[in-house]
């Protein structure tokens, strides 16, 4: 995400083939990488949404990191895992909270639609279904917001490393909402 436009890269390197252990995370200075010509990348896909963030395929071609550019220093060689597992738990309230707001817009556009449509004679909201079914949309995207709150606070509060313990919940809000 965003990387052909940054200055600055967190990169996540194989650094031995054990499948977690593995895995070490590397800032990468970008544009002295661009200027080496051992970073290049592949033109951005068309997407349906998110236009304000390039999402590209990086290609490192003998690209040499510093030591000194491990997250966390040397002694976090192999725990590239922990950081990104820590990371994507920490994003679902965010994408929680994202669909959210596009559940409201959802629901304000069919309170729209059918405060001016009319069925046999009768303005659509009139109709008890359709208030059940806009009922309905209200109390899910309440639901929703509570669970990507608690999320939210349970990542605000709890340790980066100590995050798996909560990955329960905050897929249960990215989900449901």
């Known amino acids: 995400t965003n990387g052909s436009i940054a200055d600055v890269i967190i990169l996540i390197v194989r650094t031995s083939p054990d499948r977690y252990n593995g895995l070490t995370m590397v ?8 200027k080496a010509g051992t970073l290049r990348h592949d033109p951005t896909p068309d ?3 998110l236009h304000c963030s390039p999402t590209d395929n990086l290609i490192f071609e003998d690209c040499v ?3 000194e550019n491990v997250i966390g220093g040397p002694d976090m060689i192999g725990m590239g895992w922990l950081f990104a597992n820590a990371t994507l738990i920490g994003s679902r309230p965010m994408i929680a ?3 959210v ?15 001016q449509r009319e069925q046999f004679g009768k303005k659509i909201y009139q109709f008890q279904s359709t ?4 009922a309905k949309m209200q109390i899910d995207i309440e639901a929703a917001r509570l669970l ?8 605000d509060t709890t340790p980066l490393f100590e995050r798996e313990n909560i990955m329960e919940l905050t897929s249960y809000a990215k ?3």
């Open 65 to 67: 990191i510093p030591l």
């Open 175 to 177: 989900y449901f909402a």
């Open 131 to 134: 208030q059940h079914i806009i």
């Open 27 to 34: 800032i990468v200075d970008a544009n002295e990488a661009r």
């Open 47 to 49: 997407k349906l949404g």
């Open 148 to 155: 990507a709150y608690q999320a939210a606070v349970a990542v």
């Open 101 to 115: 707001g596009i559940a409201e817009a959802a629901r304000d556009c069919a309170v729209e639609s059918i405060l």
């Open 97 to 99: 909270a994202q669909a």
